[in-house]
């Protein structure tokens, strides 16, 4: 959404602000709009088949946005989508299953014991009563775990048929083992030849299929690494078992043609062994997705126009259809209770652990679970325009974005695997030069050892996996991230920019004063302003209004409304015009206000109380007092964004007097009062023209420019009502407690970030060099390809058990 396309923005004539109006077409708001809130679009699958360069296309930071029907993609290369499993054909890295995507499912259902019976919908079979099954029979097979128990199966073999290899290899190291005399050299390398090769061209046949891909697509990776090395390994061995009369005497130690069937062997076992416990850490990373998908009811009871219910499917339910929801079950949907009522536990949405109570005419959320009462609702969304598929949406859409750090790894990526090659090629030189005997047997072992060891799938996966995982941690306590940039521009911010109203207080306001001039009651002054203000849905407004009906007064029909951008309202009743709104545009219209009035006024703002005043013709009728109270976590948030270093900033279209009231009590930094939705987005350029870093929490619609302009717009509210397309960060239940675990998130995932691509670095750094034996001449030292193969097995999965370590932090500490 560009905020430049917005309507026009205006100004209440309260002199207030707030995040829970609705836009009234009639009555301008200055803090009351709320901009649409559109469920991300989805771009077209791009074709695996494309440039290795497409997936560097994107702007810097910039979310990308997957296909809504692909089924499967690549943590590591945005863009690379499929609907079958397989390998990514750009860095060959196992496709991963896309937790977001709802496969079609059978509408039809039977009776396995009664082919004959099928249904629309589930439930018990008429005949027999057993439940009824899709007529597609069992449900899909799980792909992941198909891949997981594969490369389980892979190892084992592999790691069964090493071992007898390694004693042929190292008889003479073991104490009390030795062939010598029952095996000639000759015949142990043909045993060797026999278990290797099933280990290295069966279960590691996937590096050299990937690796082999990623030269045909010139897009180098670990895996052209692996096949080099283990390739080079193998073939070497291979042709001197079966001519080793080729090989001259720097070749040989001990009269003998070294074998290195071991080391390829061990190394495709230890690999595969680094795979699979990857693929099992890799798949935690996207139950933060499933775990919301399994949060959705499966059923719900329906009442048809003649009363009788029935229970149907979730896919069955249209807008506009009663449901029953008794205790303790979930809400099927999102919509609205016609009858009864209730409370319902929002946590799983909002992160809130306290249930809230529900009346007619409340809003639902589907997915949350009714506790007490029994109650009726009505449908309102379904399918995904419901809260929790425009939740699972964003989530999925910002787990699979790229955050601007990621460059460095991808750059440096690019020039890796040619430079380890290169490095690979001197030292088999150099050994081959300079090395002692047997020169060219050690030459290999280091060649092979630098090409095994170097590990840019670690590099790769830093990013992508702490981002899945933490972006999985919000939304599972009420943060949605829009995308990967916004979580590292939020880790940044130095000053918050927030209103009053709905944020930092409860946004329920009531009338708490009334202070009329003489010959004026309070029954007629209340019953003036609440004649115009029912024109409006707004908080304050609407505090108004129910102050007149709790006190039973008659409520006049008013013509000609009118509102005045940044003043207040006017309408014509019983022939005469009644205005409402701040000071300063009564006294435009020639008004005077006493000093006794304009004392009580005062006093009222400094107890943090809002006032508007009231006026008809060309007398003065009086003022009424609204009070919102603090929200009690207000304080202890703001506490805690001091102690993150953070400035907070009110920005509210209330008056000084009521804005500084609630800051003296809250201790907040700085106060801007009676400002507009453009002043809002002047003050966030201001700030960041002075080098801040500004996060902005909005609303709606008209805070959009502001939200727009700061380096994180946080966008406060629930359902469609919050300004989604503005902001990076939105807090499905509007609450600074939820600012304050937003921006400790983003450090948070921004430190493991940090953290995985010093690890990836390092290894590199001291891995390549020692595997090139740069140590042996001081040390004596010289690393074997198996232990380097180990080393580099283990690195992917420290980076994605570093990254899992997400899902234990604490938001609230």
Request: net charge negative; glycine share 8%.
């Amino acid at each position: 959404m560009n905020p430049s396309n917005h309507s026009e923005k205006h100004t209440h004539h309260h002199s207030h602000d707030d995040p829970a109006s609705k836009p009234d077409p009639a009555h301008d708001c200055c803090d009351g709009d709320h901009a649409e809130a559109s469920k991300p679009e989805s771009k077209q699958t791009h074709d695996c088949c494309h440039d290795h360069a497409d997936h560097h296309h994107h702007h810097e930071g910039a979310p990308v946005e997957p296909s809504a029907n692909a089924k499967y993609f690549c943590p590591m290369c945005p863009g690379v989508e499929s609907d079958t499993p397989g390998d990514c054909p750009k860095c060959g890295m196992r496709l991963e299953r896309n937790p977001a995507f709802k496969a079609e499912t059978s509408k039809i259902w039977t009776c396995p014991m009664h082919p004959e019976i099928q249904e629309p919908t589930s439930g018990q079979c008429p005949k027999c009563g057993m439940d009824l099954e899709p007529m597609d029979g069992v449900a899909e097979e799980d792909e992941e775990a198909s891949e997981i128990n594969s490369l389980k199966r892979k190892t084992l073999v592999a790691g069964i048929l090493t071992v007898p290899i390694l004693l042929l290899a190292f008889d003479s190291m073991i104490p009390g083992l030795s062939f010598d005399g029952f095996l000639s050299p000759t015949l142990q390398g043909w045993l060797e030849l026999l278990l290797a090769t099933p280990v290295i061209l069966w279960a590691g046949g996937m590096f050299f299929t990937r690796g082999w891909r990623s030269l045909v697509n010139r897009s180098l990776n670990m895996f052209t690494l692996i096949m080099l090395g283990v390739g080079a390994a193998y073939a070497y061995s291979v042709v001197a078992v079966l001519f080793p009369e080729l090989f001259p005497d720097s070749f040989r130690k001990h009269g003998e043609v070294q074998l290195y069937f071991e080391a390829g062997a061990v190394i495709t076992a230890l690999i595969l062994f680094g795979q699979w416990l990857e693929a099992r850490a890799r798949k935690q990373t996207g139950q933060a997705i499933q775990s919301l998908l399994d949060l959705a009811a499966k059923t719900a009871h329906r009442i048809d126009e003649n009363g009788e219910e029935s229970d149907v499917e979730i896919d069955a339910i249209h807008k506009g259809d009663r449901l029953r929801v008794r205790p303790g079950e979930k809400i099927p949907l999102d919509g609205s209770i016609r009858e009864g009522k209730s409370t319902i536990d929002e946590s799983m949405i909002t992160g809130e652990p306290v249930p809230v109570e529900k009346g007619v005419g409340d809003k639902v959320i589907g997915a949350t679970v009714n506790q007490t009462g029994s109650f009726i609702m009505e449908a309102e969304a379904v399918g995904e325009e419901t809260m929790l598929s425009q939740i699972v949406g964003m989530v999925a859409q910002a787990q699979r974005s790229r955050a601007p750090i990621q460059k460095l790894a991808d750059s440096v990526a690019g020039y890796f695997v040619p430079a380890v090659v290169l490095v690979a090629i001197l030292a088999f030189i150099l050994w081959a030069i300079f090395g002692p005997a047997p020169a060219m047997a050690y030459a290999i072992v280091v060649a092979v050892s630098v090409l095994i060891i170097a590990c840019p799938c670690a590099l790769g996966l830093a990013t992508p996996m702490s981002i899945m995982v933490g972006v999985g941690k919000g939304a599972q306590n009420g943060i949605l991230v829009k995308n990967a940039e916004a979580i590292e521009r939020a880790e940044k911010v130095t000053h918050l920019i927030t209103d009053k109203t709905g944020t930092l207080t409860e946004g329920k306001p009531s009338v708490v004063d009334l202070q009329t001039v003489d010959g004026v009651s309070e029954e007629d002054l209340l019953r003036l302003a609440a004649a115009i203000e029912s024109q409006s849905e707004h908080p304050l407004a609407r505090a108004v209004v129910d102050k007149a009906k709790a006190d039973g007064v008659s409520v006049p029909d008013i013509t000609e409304f009118n509102s005045t951008t940044g003043g207040g309202v006017q309408a014509i009743v019983a022939g005469e015009t009644v205005r409402i709104g701040k000071r300063a545009f009564i006294e435009s219209k020639s008004l005077s206000i006493s000093e006794k009035l304009s004392q009580e006024a005062e006093r009222l703002q400094s107890e943090a109380k809002t006032v508007i005043w009231v006026a008809k013709e060309q007398q003065l009728l009086g003022l009424i007092a609204i009070a919102d109270p603090i929200k009690e976590s207000s304080k202890e948030a703001i506490e805690s964004l001091h102690a993150m270093g953070i400035t907070v900033v009110m920005c509210t279209g209330d008056n000084s007097r009521t804005a500084q009231a609630v800051a003296k009590v809250l201790g907040i930094d700085k106060v801007h009062a009676e400002v507009s939705p453009e002043d809002k987005q002047r003050i966030v350029n201001e700030l960041k023209a002075k080098g801040h870093r500004v996060a902005m929490a909005g609303d709606g619609i008209n805070d959009a420019p502001a939200l727009a302009a700061a380096d994180v717009g946080i966008a406060m509210g629930t359902g469609t009502d919050v300004a989604i397309e503005s902001a990076g960060l939105t807090l499905v239940k509007g609450d600074l407690r939820g600012i304050v675990g937003g921006l400790k998130l983003s450090r948070a995932v921004m430190r493991n970030i940090r953290q995985n691509l010093f690890f990836a670095f390092i290894y590199n750094a001291v891995g390549v060099p020692v595997a090139a034996g740069i140590l042996y001449p001081f040390l004596g030292v010289l690393l074997s390809p198996m232990i380097a193969g180990a080393a580099m097995a283990l690195s992917s999965v420290s980076v994605v058990t570093n990254a899992l370590r997400l899902k234990k932090f604490n938001l609230n500490d």
